[in-house]
């Protein structure tokens, strides 16, 4: 019994020095970009396109990668909803959840949902070649779907399975078609649709080697899919690596403001989660 007790608070003392070791590393990394990037990070800088001497620490702003990141982002998120939904429900409610081929497909995304965003870049960048397309706000949503639609489909694949079999017997024993239970397996999973648009969304606006190979980088904003789109993580990257302080500690303000964006999105996501909870059968 002793020994047991000395075991168990070891593993307490594991578990809370792992907790304050994550809450630190977090902490810290909030904190120097919050120092470095604050004082740069003004209403002008997110409000204007990059001046002439912009990346050699003169007048400008990010207003273009901003732009750009919420439209590859937002087209990105929305077809990849009418690509996952689909693909959900076959396997949930058309299908046997248990069957050969729904255990397949779930492996499957499996499998695409830990492949590198490079991967993603360079085979949607070889697409590109074969099409004859060139690097674009095209290329870019087109990547970035690729790259979410795995998060999609598993992320609220795993709150359709919670959803009751009984519930949908008693669809059928009611006369209800399969795309009617649809329907009332939609009203289940809205907060499952809801925490994965969050998650799609917080990968995909972070990501910078997928759109490296398709969307190219411009500072003006695109008019039409087969123009450059530049992006905030992308942004970051070109200034960063630049010589001047200057431009370098903009860098941190335009990872500021990601970092910011990626937030209200948390906020966002858990209140139409809570909200959307509501409508679940329990």
Known sequence: MKFKFIEEKIFDLLMILSTFAVFGFCASIIWTILKTGFGPLTWEMITSLPGGGFYLGKEGGILNAIAGSLMIVLSSAFLGLIISIPIVFYINVYRKRSSRLSYFTRLSFDVLFGIPSIVYGAFAFTIMIFFGLKTSLLGGIIVITLLIIPIFVRSMDEVAKSVSKDLLDATYSLGATRLESCKVVLRQIAPGIATATLLSV???????????????????????????????????????????????????????????????????????????SKNRIK
């Open 202 to 276: 917080g990968r995909a606006i972070g990501d910078a080697a997928g759109v490296l190979f398709t969307a190219g980088f411009t500072d003006n904003i695109p008019t039409s899919l087969d123009q450059p789109a530049a992006t905030l993580p992308l942004s970051v990257f070109f200034q960063l690596s630049s010589p001047i302080p200057e431009v370098r500690e903009r860098a941190y303000a335009a990872a500021l403001l990601l970092t910011i964006i990626v937030l209200l999105l948390s906020l966002t996501g858990r209140i139409l989660t809570s909200r959307f």
